[in-house]
């Protein structure tokens, strides 16, 4: 009996996440509108909370994006807490809740669609290629020792 309970409550548990992100996660919430911040900080996405329809814009800094599109989790720069990886749908989100109702942001992030917005953003010039070079050098040299061991003879 105890059994049956906790599969239901798994159940509830992935039904209630598949509503929060909708069907197409972000993709679908593209159409609500993302764009370049003004002061060419990152992206602003505009969201509808899930929880109370209030309309949302999310900050999402270029570090954010770029740590996204390296495949590796972001820190919300306000808070300094990870985004959180969704293995299912393979992306993150942001960490912490809405304002308006205390729910889940109801934004996923896939590694493609960051990669999109900082092409879009060095095409802008609102981030530098220096800049985004000197990160992308970053993970390189971490993930270097694995590429020499692999290629050594
Ligand atoms: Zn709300």
């Given at each position: 009996m105890?059994?049956g309970?906790h599969?239901?409550d798994?159940?509830?548990?992935?039904?209630?996440?598949?509503?929060?992100?909708?069907?197409?996660?972000?993709s679908?919430?593209?159409?609500?509108?993302a764009?370049?911040?003004?002061d060419?900080?990152?992206?602003?996405?505009?969201l509808?909370c899930?929880?109370c329809?209030?309309?949302?814009?999310?900050?999402?800094s270029?570090?954010?994006?770029?740590?996204?599109?390296?495949r590796k989790k972001p820190?919300?720069?306000?808070?300094g807490r990870?985004?959180?990886y969704?293995?299912?749908?393979?992306?993150?989100?942001p960490?912490g809740?809405?304002?308006?109702?205390?729910s889940?942001?109801?934004?996923?992030m896939t590694a493609?669609?960051a990669a999109?917005?900082?092409?879009?953003?060095l095409?802008a010039?609102?981030l530098?290629?220096?800049?985004?070079?000197?990160?992308m050098?970053?993970?390189?040299?971490?993930?270097?020792?694995v590429n020499?061991g692999?290629g050594?003879?």
């Open positions: 105890n059994d309970n599969f239901d798994v159940r509830d548990e992935v039904d209630g996440l598949s509503g929060i992100f909708g069907g197409d996660g972000l679908s919430m593209q159409k609500v509108g764009k370049l911040a003004q060419g900080s990152g992206y602003v996405y505009s509808r899930q929880g329809g209030t309309n949302l814009n999310v900050h999402v270029w570090d954010e994006l770029i740590y996204c599109m390296a820190v919300d720069p306000t808070t990870e985004w959180v969704d293995q299912a749908r393979g992306g993150v989100y960490p809740h809405t304002t308006c109702c205390n889940p942001v109801p934004m996923l493609q669609e999109q917005r900082v092409e879009a953003g095409h010039r609102k530098s290629m220096g800049y985004f070079q000197k990160m050098q970053r993970f390189q040299q971490q993930i270097m020792p020499m692999r050594h003879r």
